[in-house]
């Protein structure tokens, strides 16, 4: 089992990957003419990155509750 300590670590690796996954630099390679599927590019990348955050820290998340550490209090 992974230890609470280090899904909070994963939580805050994922922060940063998506802070630079979502950043000028990276962005601006998306930024080109294509229409993949009618979409723009950089609108399919956008969605795509963040769906995938969505998605990680789901079931991060979901890890964690499952360990039996859930604190209720006021």
Do not use: C
Not at 4 to 30: C, D, M, Q, T, W
Not at 51 to 61: E, N, P, Y
Request: aromatic share 10%; proline share 5%.
């Amino acid at each position: 089992m992974v230890s609470e300590h280090k899904r909070k670590e994963y939580i805050i690796i994922l922060f940063v990957a998506g802070v630079l996954a979502l950043n000028y630099p990276l962005l601006s390679v998306f930024d080109q003419k294509l229409l993949p599927l009618g979409i723009p590019l950089l609108y399919l990348y956008i969605f795509i990155v963040w769906l995938t955050i969505i998605a990680l820290m789901a079931s991060i998340v979901k890890k964690l509750g499952s360990t039996g550490n859930n604190r209720s209090g006021p």
